[in-house]
């Protein structure tokens, strides 16, 4: 069923199975939820970019060392792992069970990646999964939201940024089971602002009292540890859904065009997986050959290890036949 709001924006129903022109199931078009968000995201991203550059004129001016990097490379890796662990693998795909507290404190983590609402990403997600690489993708590289074939730079442009600004909203009441009635999630969701402020700014800060020797070192980690870092976390998590779909291998060929990138994989700490990912995506661990290495997989192994973590589901093992391709290990190569 279509509906429209006070406000004429469209809803569809998540029970809706007839796709709409332009619109598919649990997606809704205008409205003041997209409006909300599209502002929100130009807010985060403007920040963002100001800092990022803001850090790169002060290193030209005044360098930099290793206070400054250290509070670069330890927060991107929290971001990175808060992302991938709390976002994805437990909010986006419940690949994983834990305690309410550890809930907060992988909500918290994922929310200090500073990407925006923790729900509204879990959701985005979701929807991804659900429509990839067809119409109704939140953001695929082949259609825009509405469902309109794309190609070259549009394609990249919508896929790895543009489609957060357009004009489509995922319904959370669709895609939501197991969000809406969260109280981490939820929670992280209501402060997300306070966390982004805390990740950008007081924690850099905190570093850099900590450890600078001068002002000029204070400045340059918060812009260094706090600016560039959450810009450059941003745009690798970004590049999953672009690059990750239009360059690399792929494992498992089929409809979508998921791709496993050896280099995003090292930058996203695991993520850039995303074939294997997208072919077993309740799999709280992304390898399935030696080489491909997933640091957040095998974080949650150790958590599950110590009692932290439990119910860690896992994808099939397989091997490599003769011809190079993974086949299950029960099964024996023809």
């Known amino acids: 069923m279509i509906s429209k709001t006070a406000d004429n924006s469209i809803v569809l129903a998540p029970e809706d ?30 920040t963002k970019w100001v800092a990022g550059g803001g850090a790169l004129i002060w290193m030209a001016i005044y360098g930099s060392g290793w206070v400054e990097w250290s509070a670069f490379v330890t927060f991107y890796v929290l971001n990175m792992l808060g992302i ?8 986006a795909h419940r690949a994983f069970k834990t305690s309410q507290p550890m809930e907060y404190l992988f909500g918290i983590m994922a929310q200090m990646a500073a990407i925006g609402s923790l729900v509204k990403w879990a959701v985005d997600h979701r929807r991804h999964h659900r429509h990839t690489d067809r119409p109704g993708d939140a953001h695929s590289p082949l259609y825009d939201s509405h469902g309109n074939p794309q190609t070259g730079w549009r394609a990249f442009y919508m896929s790895h940024f543009g489609w957060v600004l ?22 992280c969701h209501r402060t997300r602002w306070l966390w982004f402020i805390v990740s950008i700014f007081v924690l850099p800060a905190l570093w850099g009292l900590a450890f600078a020797a001068t002002w000029q070192q204070l400045v340059g980690t918060i812009l260094i540890g706090g600016g560039l870092r959450s810009l450059l976390v941003l745009h690798a998590l970004l590049s999953l859904s672009s690059i990750g ?4 291998s792929q494992n498992f060929k089929g409809t979508q065009n998921s791709r496993n990138n050896f280099f995003l994989a090292l930058l996203t700490l695991g993520e850039g997986w995303h074939n294997n990912h997208h072919h077993h995506a309740n799999s709280a661990h992304f390898k399935m050959r030696w080489y491909e290495i997933d640091m957040s997989g095998s974080l949650i192994l150790l958590l599950e290890k110590i009692g932290l973590v439990w119910d860690v589901q896992l994808a099939p093992k397989y091997r490599v036949s ?8 029960s099964k024996t190569t023809a």
């Open 17 to 46: 199975d007839m796709p709409v022109p332009g619109f598919m199931p649990g997606i809704m078009v205008g409205g003041p939820y997209a409006r909300s968000y599209r502002r929100e995201y130009i807010t985060l991203s403007a």
């Open 84 to 91: 991938a662990i709390g976002y994805h693998r437990l909010f």
């Open 166 to 187: 357009d004009d489509t909203y995922t319904v959370h009441e669709a895609y939501g089971k197991g969000l809406l009635d969260s109280p981490a999630a939820q929670y």
């Open 245 to 248: 779909h239009l360059y690399g």
């Open 322 to 329: 003769s011809e190079g391709e993974l086949v299950f290990k």
